[in-house]
């Protein structure tokens, strides 16, 4: 089992920044893809980054793509999700996911999801 934790969450006005960050427990968190995804209401649930194991590879969203960036430390088990220039169409609950069998762009692909953490951003 892997529990995930997001925080960063909060309120910031368009064109601000917000540091998320997703703490894992449980399996070796060094051994498989990260991911973070979006759902706004009334929406499904989207795709916003995604990383490898050893942090080689990114994957993003075209709609973030410059804007956001990924990254994890293995040592802390952690992965984060650096958010600029926010728009107000990037507000939604997100949600760290971890151990993706396929493509890591898929919300089918991954095993674990933490509770999400709220985004909201004021224009």
């Known amino acids: 089992q892997v529990q995930l934790v997001e925080s960063g969450g909060g309120l910031v006005q368009a064109g601000g920044s917000l540091r998320l960050s997703c703490a894992a427990s449980g399996r070796t968190f060094s051994s498989y893809t990260m991911g973070w995804f979006r759902q706004a209401p009334g929406k499904e649930r989207e795709f916003v980054a995604a990383i490898s194991w050893s942090g080689g590879s990114t994957h993003y969203a075209d709609s973030v793509k410059g804007r956001f960036t990924i990254s994890r430390d293995n040592a802390k088990s952690t992965v984060y999700l650096q958010m600029n220039s926010l728009k107000p169409e990037d507000m939604a609950v997100y949600y760290c996911?971890?151990?993706?069998?396929?493509?890591?762009?898929?919300?089918?692909?991954?095993?674990?999801w933490g509770q999400g953490t709220q985004v909201t951003v004021s224009s």
């Open positions: 996911a971890a151990e993706a069998y396929s493509d890591p762009r898929s919300r089918f692909a991954y095993e674990y």
